[in-house]
């Protein structure tokens, strides 16, 4: 099942490492919840274009959900769906493993 486990992954992989895709869903979910903008200035230098490209592919993947708010002018909130929550806990944990080897890490990239 390993080989076959790998080539039914390859595309969940070239998705999640496009650029920006891991810190959208990272910030969402420390965030539990943030407009276009506020994530946008959360994450840094990522461009608007790229910012609604990550989102709308996101959602589509069903990680994270787009919720319009009726107000003048509308606000719109984007939130990780239950899907997403699984996904930020093992980016948690990830983060979390970096941390904990991140001298031997450092390291061994600038050997």
Request: glycine share 8%; hydrophobic share 35%.
């Amino acid at each position: 099942m390993g080989q076959e486990k790998c080539e039914l992954t390859q595309n969940l992989w070239e998705r999640l490492a496009k650029k920006w895709t891991l810190a959208v869903v990272y910030n969402l979910g420390v965030s539990k919840g943030s407009g276009f903008n506020e994530l946008r200035n959360r994450i840094g230098s990522i461009s608007p274009s790229s910012l609604v490209e990550r989102l709308t592919e996101l959602e589509g993947m069903g990680i994270i959900k787009r919720e319009v708010i009726p107000s003048k002018p509308p606000k719109v909130l984007y939130r990780l769906t239950q899907k997403g929550e699984e996904l930020h806990k093992i980016l948690d944990q990830l983060a979390s493993w970096y941390l904990s080897n991140e001298e031997t890490l450092e390291k061994s990239l600038k050997v």
